[in-house]
């Protein structure tokens, strides 16, 4: 081989590994393009629908507005490891209902506290009201050691 075609030989190699790099750097762009957009399609109920109305034990006395069928996060912390927990005082079930109740702890110890988190859904328009108290079920006659009281305006749809 002499030097003239040494040299087209590596030239045409370097152009195919550069291609080669391209097409890997261009997949790996497309891969992680794919995944992001199915992360972001997994919480598409919280993207496109709007997201829940997220409030704290700060919140506590304010009057909210929420549209038909958007949700409320009520965030509280508790201990439930110490016998306490958010019990919700009955709602009026025409314009809002509970979804669920879910505990997030702070750490995975032992008996540490976190964040208690009540879902509630708004079935009608009208107004509701929500009453929480922090307390020991078993415990009778005795104060809550915290309560958390809303009003809740809800709207036809949350753009009215």
């Known amino acids: ?22 097409y ?3 997949k790996w762009l497309q891969i992680g393009a794919i995944l992001f957009f199915a992360l972001m399609l ?20 304010k009057t909210v ?28 079930l025409n314009v809002l209902s509970r979804v669920k109740t879910k505990f997030f702890a702070n750490n995975n110890m032992m008996g540490v506290g976190g964040v208690e988190v009540i879902t509630l859904h708004a ?16 415990e009778h006659d005795v104060e809550p050691l915290k309560t958390f009281e809303l009003t809740v305006i809800i709207k036809k749809s949350s753009t009215e």
């Open 24 to 26: 890997l750097n261009t």
């Open 123 to 138: 079935v009608a328009a009208g107004k509701g009201e929500v009453k929480l108290i922090y307390h020991r079920s078993f």
């Open 65 to 92: 507005e929420i549209g038909v069928g958007d949700d409320l996060d009520v965030m509280l912390p508790g201990n439930p490891t110490t016998g306490y927990a958010w019990e919700l005082i009955p709602l009026d």
């Open 1 to 22: 081989m002499n030097r003239y075609n040494s040299n087209y030989f590596r030239l045409n190699v370097k152009l195919s590994v550069d291609k080669v790099i391209g």
């Open 42 to 61: 997994g919480h598409v109920d919280n993207t496109l629908a709007g997201q829940a109305m997220k409030l704290n034990e700060n919140d506590s006395g």
